[in-house]
T-cell receptor, first 117, second 112 residues
Framework: SAVISQKPSRDICQRGTSLTIQCQVDSQVTMMFWYRQQPGQSLTLIATANQGSEATYESGFVIDKFPISRPNLTFSTLTVSNMSPEDSSIYLC??????????????FGQGTRLTVV | DQQVKQNSPSLSVQEGRISILNCDYTNSMFDYFLWYKKYPAEGPTFLISISSIKDKNEDGRFTVFLNKSAKHLSLHIVPSQPGDSAVYFCAAELAGRRALTFGSGTRLQVQP
């Protein structure tokens, strides 16, 4: 299994500012992801964080708004840039390995609850 | 276009009875399915999974059934306990992609 530490756990930010969320995994994993859960909705994949290269973004998400870094196998950051109230969500870091049997689950951090005022 | 659907936003059952949570999907390329439980202020916690080559997987009180022809899976919890009260998410994986597509969740309330 893997333990994922995510911080901050919550923040209240002014519109127009940026927030960087950090994600630390306690073991080396191959894949890291960032998800968003808007109020009352499901988890939506923002991007796959690639080690040492640009993240792979899903449709509707762009690098200028959600820059992502992954300098090594165990650490990643997500920045929410130029925030507006519509960015108020829970942001979740996830990690997953590709070794072992196919039935390997994805692990999640506790999430960052962001409120933009 | 929601590819994974959980049509019941909430479910209430009595302690000791069976809880059945349902999930439907539209993409026939999904080949791996997972169930997660989520408590408030916590990240999702993995419960159980099933490969598309199987139709049933059991782990203690939790059993997942997969009906590929109907593109439907269900999670059975027997017996239900008050500690099972949480939001349950169904998730699906495209072959080799590793990222997950989630349903909207079902809030389960187990009454003592």
């Amino acid at each position: 299994s893997a333990v994922i530490s995510q911080k901050p756990s919550r923040d209240i930010c002014q519109r127009g500012t940026s927030l960087t969320i950090q994600c630390q995994v306690d073991s080396q994993v191959t894949m890291m992801f960032w998800y968003r859960q808007q109020p009352g909705q499901s988890l939506t994949l923002i991007a796959t964080a690639n080690q040492g290269s640009e993240a792979t973004y899903e449709s509707g998400f762009v690098i200028d708004k959600f820059p992502i870094s992954r300098p090594n196998l165990t650490f990643s950051t997500l920045t929410v840039s130029n925030m507006s109230p519509e960015d108020s969500s829970i942001y979740l870091c996830s990690a997953r390995g590709v070794q072992g049997p196919m039935n390997t689950e994805a692990f999640f951090g506790q999430g960052t609850r962001l409120t933009v005022v | 276009d929601q590819q994974v659907k959980q049509n019941s936003p909430s479910l209430s059952v009595q302690e000791g009875r069976i809880s059945i949570l349902n999930c439907d999907y539209t993409n026939s390329m999904f080949d791996y399915f997972l169930w997660y439980k989520k408590y408030p202020a916590e990240g999702p916690t993995f419960l159980i999974s099933i490969s598309s080559i199987k139709d049933k997987n059991e782990d203690g009180r939790f059993t997942v059934f997969l009906n590929k022809s109907a593109k439907h899976l269900s999670l059975h919890i027997v017996p239900s306990q008050p500690g099972d009260s949480a939001v349950y998410f169904c998730a699906a994986e495209l072959a080799g992609r590793r990222a997950l597509t989630f349903g909207s969740g079902t809030r389960l309330q187990v009454q003592p």
